[in-house]
């Protein structure tokens, strides 16, 4: 929308300036060199790089305060800034279990009679092709893990090997995920509790709950491993006796167990509640059945992911443990659960049961109502965690992408009283409830929302693991997924997608109502300056006189503040093929017209070429300010953390290369890992 300036106009905008387009001139950058470690040289801070004939400038030129500034930039950073706040002690496999396995073994509770309505008494054999996906995403999940070990799940892969754009689509749906997670988890935790008082009015006690969490996590009463661990043991002990007692039980009540198992495996059309709906797989032959049944069944391994958004907070190596701790309790006892109900409550009846009570149903039938308390008992606790943990998860998560501008600056304010994120937990209530109230407590709906959103997280992750392996196959990791296993998962993941979409397309409608919404609110912060840009244009044309010049000014202020967020670049090279294509991704992806190039050397190199390169990329680039600053350092996680800290710059603003592998031989290859670097992103391949 602007253009260039004449000649001998400031590069700067401001009051007095008769072009309503200078704001978008930041002026020249300059060169500078850290001096450090005590060394007796000197090195000016103020050599300009010129370009259009303009030696000014303009608003907060300094780079360093000082022509003899000194950092020591060895050995360890106090108090290393957190991207998520989180700065506590690492936890174990068995704490770290407890958080994923509550997820992802809560599951269970409304899957059950989902997958037996879609594929009726083949409902077990869907059960187990979920479980063979799951395993092939050990892998996927483990690589991308040990190759970028940072919070962020599908976001963090993707923002690390794509534009910020798609990382940001995969938020999206990450965000709709807990969403689902939150209310679905709700809903039937307040079902099981039917069970056992039947006073309770189901859809306002859900409302109640999604509340009553809201009040716990604003005056900062959140998950703790501890309490996680003592719900996840009881779960345990709960389906251990479920399976092992149901299997006895089915021996021994043998005269009516075996004769419900052949009415549902030769009539299972039979017995079906008066006034009930159809099942979905009536009419359906075997292979359509277990097609369908399995779309249904990946609702059961929700939860998966969690593991990927708290990596940074487990212990080396708990995280591909963690991985094979679900995907062993799902492959133990989902496809087990799936064919007792089967050997004690008719087909026909589990796929009319909406409530999403058929385990409680299924204990009282089989031990008496003694356990079917039990298992209601557990149910509620074992569900309002998955409550907590998507309370949690999207905090951290919305925390994050307002960190990184995506979302509005507003969302990460803290009260002053309890200091938690405000904006965040009210706001995520006030969504789940009216998610809730749109598709008027229907479950089934819910969950096929659900599964949508899971599903496009899991799919991302996958095409994040195959970019991962194509652009950044020089960073280290410890696990490697084959191509044939990412591309069978990610196939599998979209055919359940597409499975869901076919049994119900309204999920669809309700689906883009929130990802739409959410899209278009991420979208308008990429484009809020282009948009203001277009507003100063027209206004230009429609107004005159001091009026146009007060919006003129009042539009370049606030652009201005949208793009002062500078950013830094460790240069490991002055090629300017490189470095130039460092500028174009800031460019493209980040809201900002100050890059700060860092290069880490010795004081004895020689940086004549680099200085020339970087004086040469400025002009070619007039509308950002480039910086160059040389740190006598090695470029290593204590030099990356206090440059962050100087510059007052968070790790999320500052970007490298692609770190390669440092056991390949290569003298040239930097000597740490990205998680070493707490959170620095990589922006090129080389």
């Given at each position: ?51 259009k004939g303009s030696d000014y400038i303009g608003e907060n030129n300094d780079v360093l305060v000082g022509t003899e500034a000194k950092m020591v930039l060895t050995g360890e950073v106090e108090n290393k800034k957190v991207l998520d706040g989180s700065d506590e002690h690492k936890i174990g496999q068995l704490f770290s279990t407890a958080i994923c396995g509550n997820d992802i073994t809560s599951s269970i509770f409304y899957t059950s009679s989902l997958c037996t309505a879609a594929a009726g008494k083949y409902a077990p ?230 409530s999403g009570g058929i385990l409680a149903k299924v204990a009282g039938k089989a031990f008496g109502s003694w356990f079917e308390k039990w298992v209601g008992i557990d149910a509620v606790l074992v569900l309002s965690g998955s409550v907590i943990t998507s309370y949690v998860g999207v905090i951290g998560l919305v925390r994050r992408m307002a960190l990184d501008r995506v979302l509005p600056q507003f969302l990460i304010q803290t009260n002053p009283c309890r200091k938690t994120t405000h904006w965040i937990i009210v706001l ?259």
């Open positions: 929308m602007g253009r260039s300036p004449e000649e001998t106009q400031p590069l700067v905008g401001g009051e007095g300036k008769s072009d309503p387009y200078s704001f978008m001139y930041p002026g020249s950058g300059s060169i500078s060199t850290l001096n450090i470690n005590g060394s007796s040289n000197s090195y000016p801070l103020d050599n300009v790089l010129q370009h054999v869907s059960l187990i092709l979920v479980c063979i996906v799951l395993y092939l995403f050990r892998k996927v999940y483990g690589e991308v893990g040990s190759a970028l070990p940072l919070n962020g799940g599908a976001y963090n892969v993707l923002l690390n090997t794509t534009t910020k754009q798609v990382a940001a689509l995969a938020a999206a749906l990450t965000m709709i995920s807990y969403m689902a997670t939150a209310v679905v988890s709700a809903s039937s935790a307040m079902s099981y509790l039917k069970v056992l008082w039947e006073g309770c009015d189901v859809y306002w006690a859900t409302i109640i709950l999604l509340g009553g969490f809201a009040a716990l996590n604003l005056i900062g009463i959140s998950e703790s491993a501890v309490v996680a661990f003592g719900i996840f043991a009881l779960h345990m002990l709960t389906l251990a006796m479920f399976v092992v007692g149901g299997f006895v039980l089915f021996f021994i009540q043998r005269d009516t167990t075996f004769q419900i198992v052949r009415d549902n495996w030769y009539h299972p059309e039979a017995n079906c509640p008066a006034g009930t709906p159809t099942p979905y797989y009536f009419g359906k032959n075997f292979a359509e059945a277990i097609y369908f049944g399995f779309g249904a069944a990946m609702l059961g391994v929700t939860g998966f992911e969690t593991s990927s958004n708290f990596i940074e907070q487990q212990e080396p190596g708990v995280f591909p443990k963690t991985l094979r701790n679900m995907w062993l309790i799902v492959s133990i006892f989902n496809p087990l659960i799936g064919f007792l109900n089967l050997c004690f409550i008719p087909a026909c009846e589990i796929a009319s049961d909406t995520f209530f006030v969504i789940c409830s009216s998610l809730y109230m749109l598709v008027d407590g229907d479950t089934t709906t819910l969950a096929g929302v659900y599964t949508c959103a899971f599903l496009g997280v899991m799919s991302l992750f996958a095409i994040g693991n195959m970019l991962l392996k194509y652009k950044r196959s020089s960073l280290r990791r410890d696990i490697k997924s084959p191509w044939l296993g990412v591309l069978i998962a990610l196939c599998s993941v979209i055919l359940g997608l597409i499975s869901n979409i076919i049994k119900d397309d309204s999920i669809v409608y309700y689906f883009g109502i929130y990802f739409g919404v959410t899209i278009f609110i991420i979208m308008l912060m990429f484009i809020r300056a282009r948009i203001l840009k277009m507003f100063l244009f027209f206004t230009q044309i429609i107004l005159s006189g001091a009026g146009r010049d007060r919006v003129a000014l009042w539009i370049g202020d606030v652009i201005k503040k949208i793009n002062s967020q500078p950013v830094v670049f460790f240069a490991s090279k002055d090629d300017p093929a490189y470095l130039n294509k460092a500028i174009l991704y800031i460019r493209d992806n980040e809201q900002t017209n100050w890059v700060r190039v860092v290069h880490c050397c010795d004081e004895e190199e020689s940086t004549d070429s680099f200085s020339s390169t970087m004086e040469f990329l400025d002009k070619c680039y007039p509308k950002i300010r480039l910086d160059l600053i040389r740190v006598n350092a090695k470029f290593n996680a204590s030099t990356v953390h206090k440059i962050s800290q100087e510059l007052k710059i968070d790790l999320n603003f500052c970007f490298v290369s692609c770190i390669k592998d440092r056991d390949d031989g290569d003298p040239s290859m930097i000597p740490v890992t990205v998680g070493d670097l707490g959170g620095v992103r990589m922006i090129t391949s080389a």
